[in-house]
């Protein structure tokens, strides 16, 4: 069965950065795009970017331009969004999420990763 | 304040049917596909609908979605009270090239 498995809670200052991982499994990593999305407490969904597995090639939310990288190892079929530059706004639960890009269809999510950014 | 606007919370009784509406523009809405997410408290966003009314294996036909011109609905019939949860649209923006979420609807089953 498909899987996407991301790693585990983080805590980090204001000015650092942050590295999620999501492995994914059950299905051809390659053939599928992941995307990220994040949703602070309380607060409502919002997408961040896509990477395409195979060709590493990738489209970011304007708003995240300059501070988000997504990267991924085929090798062990797992997919990276470090956000750089942290501030107590991005505290929030970050996905991975299987899907065409360019579309809101996704299939699959991971269970989340909750990045708490405090002094 | 999201690109795509939703009602902030319905409600309706056990059995009842409700829908849930999701507004946006030409380009977003208008002129590509809407898909429906279902969350449940703490859990992670479920795909309900995609390609405006196409349900995934395992979706129960209570559960169905159209669109309109800028606008899409989810209906929900036979209301149940495991339906509660956050209830979210989304699209691509072409102008944006981004995806976009509404800002969630709460459904409460009476």
């Known amino acids: 069965q498909v899987q996407l498995v991301q790693s585990g809670a983080e805590v980090k200052k204001p000015g650092a950065s942050v590295k999620v991982s999501c492995k994914a499994s059950?299905?051809?990593?390659?053939?599928?795009?992941i995307n990220w999305v994040r949703q602070a407490t309380g607060q409502g969904l919002e997408w961040m970017g896509w990477?395409?597995?195979?060709?590493?090639?990738?489209g970011y939310a304007q708003k995240f331009q300059g501070r988000v990288t997504m990267t991924r190892n085929t090798s062990i079929s797992t997919a990276y969004m470090e956000l750089s530059s942290l501030r107590s706004e991005d505290t929030a639960v970050y996905y991975c999420?299987?899907?065409?890009?360019?579309?809101?269809?996704?299939?699959?999510w991971g269970q989340g990763t909750l990045v708490t950014v405090s002094s | 304040q999201s690109v795509l606007t939703q009602p902030p919370s319905v409600s309706a009784a056990p059995g009842q049917k409700v829908t849930i509406s999701c507004s946006g523009s030409?380009?977003?809405?208008?002129?590509?596909?809407v898909s429906w997410y279902q969350q449940l408290p703490g859990t992670a966003p479920k795909l309900l609908i995609y390609?405006?009314?196409k349900r995934p294996s395992g979706i129960p036909d209570r559960f169905s979605g159209s669109k309109s011109g800028t606008s899409a609905t989810l209906g929900i019939t036979g209301l149940q009270t495991g339906d509660e949860a956050d209830y979210y649209c989304?699209?691509?923006?072409?102008?944006?090239?981004?995806?976009?979420f509404g800002g969630g609807t709460k459904l409460t089953v009476l």
């Open positions: 999420a299987r899907g065409p890009r360019k579309s809101s269809r996704f299939d699959y």
């Open positions: 059950g299905y051809t990593f390659t053939s599928y795009d």
């Open positions: 990477m395409n597995p195979n060709s590493g090639n990738t």
């Open positions: 030409s380009s977003n809405i208008g002129n590509n596909y």
């Open positions: 390609d405006n009314n």
């Open positions: 989304g699209t691509w923006d072409s102008s944006l090239s981004a995806g976009l």
